[in-house]
């Protein structure tokens, strides 16, 4: 059994053990596993029911707090807010709602925090013709679990790094609320997220890792499907619109076409200017992710980047049992650096990959 399977045999065994415990509360899953979930999470909640309370880790320079009344994790770099990572059930995707460079700049829309509309960086294609990207229903439910591994430490070269993982169950949206969703999910997710610091080098790296199964609701096989831009999508904020300048594998768009613009590479670089300050975000895609890597930039009517593997051109399908993983690289950096520079980081961070087992680098 390699390490893929034994993690979501566990993710499956933790589920299980939450369905059982549900009838006998008189509640179903959801509400025993989000007992605030009556109403929608409240921004100006001052006194979150018992076993709610923030739950901090402290490892300076970073801190890192899960918020489970209102579903969200914060990571803090020097008391200033780094990412923020949005879980409800509400939502129809798990997503990071805040990014932002070591110099405090942002990198996605404002977007407040009880919006049910998730608009920043964000993750779905179609399985079995089940829609898990659009924001308008009847849309699939990436449903997550409630308690996140989560972590601080540092890197084999010393690097601080923060880290979290938690269960996600992509399901039809009819079986959103059901009392026992495991059977029913068209794929099961373990989705681990790791925030590197370099401060020397002004860059916070993010890892964003997916490790699937194919679920027991997808019957002999699951098919992902998807338009252009269905992936892995970084959303800019709308001040950039027209004002960024993209560079992907030595080539860029003419400045100032709306696009949409294609190209098959391996990253892509973002060119910010805010306030007469230049700053950079890149996205880069792991050599194993399956497909024909291809970024698709938009810049009307949202200014976005998507990191994609061609589904739109080839579907691709995996049967009963089968597991896979894909692996992408965010990078926020307080100053730009040359394609020489992106490259050999990518060198370095594909090599990290390779032989990375479960868990941060």
């Known amino acids: 059994m390699n390490s893929l399977t034994k993690t979501h ?3 499956r065994i933790l589920w299980r053990r939450a369905g059982a415990l549900a009838p006998l509360l008189g509640l179903g899953l959801a509400a025993l596993l989000f007992p605030a979930a009556s109403t929608a999470p409240s921004p100006a909640a001052s006194s979150p029911r018992r076993g709610l309370q923030d739950i901090v880790l402290d490892t300076p320079p970073l801190r890192l707090v899960f918020r489970p009344a209102r579903w969200e994790i914060e990571v803090f770099h020097q ?3 780094v990412l923020g990572y949005a879980m409800s059930p509400f939502l129809p995707r798990p997503h990071v709602r805040g990014l932002h460079t070591l110099a405090g700049d942002s990198l996605l829309p404002e977007t407040p925090a009880d919006s049910a509309q998730p608009r920043g960086l964000t993750f779905g294609f179609s399985v079995n013709g089940t829609n898990f990207w659009d924001e308008v229903p009847p849309v ?4 997550p679990s409630p308690l996140p591994v989560r972590f601080l430490g540092r890197t084999p070269t010393g690097l601080p790094y923060a880290f979290f993982r938690h269960s996600v169950l992509w399901l039809d949206p009819t079986n959103r609320t059901a009392p026992q969703p495991v059977p029913l999910a068209l794929l099961t997710e373990e989705r681990a997220l790791t925030l590197t610091v370099d401060k020397a080098e002004g860059e ?3 890892h964003w890792r997916s490790a699937f199964a ?3 609701a997808a019957g002999a096989k699951a098919v992902l499907t998807g338009g252009p831009d269905h992936g892995l999508i970084l959303p800019l904020p709308e001040d950039r619109a027209g004002r960024v300048r993209h560079v992907r594998a030595g080539t860029s768009p003419p400045p100032g076409e709306p696009g949409p613009h294609e190209s098959d590479a391996r990253w892509i670089a973002t060119h910010h200017e805010r306030d007469g300050r230049a700053f950079m975000t890149v996205v880069m895609v792991g050599p194993r992710n399956a497909g024909t890597p ?4 938009r810049s009307t009517p949202q200014p976005s980047v998507a990191a994609t593997q061609s589904l739109d051109r080839t579907p691709l399908e995996y049967r009963a049992g089968q597991t896979f993983r894909l692996d992408y690289l965010v990078l926020a ?4 650096r040359s394609p020489a520079e992106l490259e050999d980081r990518y060198r370095r961070w594909t090599a990290e990959i390779q032989t990375a087992a479960d868990g941060p680098r």
């Not at 291809?294 to 930039?297: C, D």
């Not at 950096?333 to 730009?336: E, G, I, K, L």
Request: a positive charge; aromatic letters at 12%.
């Open 333 to 336: 950096y307080d100053r730009p």
């Open 214 to 216: 194919v679920g027991d």
């Open 9 to 11: 045999a566990r993710s």
């Open 79 to 81: 008391q200033q807010s």
């Open 294 to 297: 291809r970024f698709v930039i």
């Open 204 to 206: 916070l790296a993010l």
């Open 140 to 143: 699939g439910a990436q449903f």
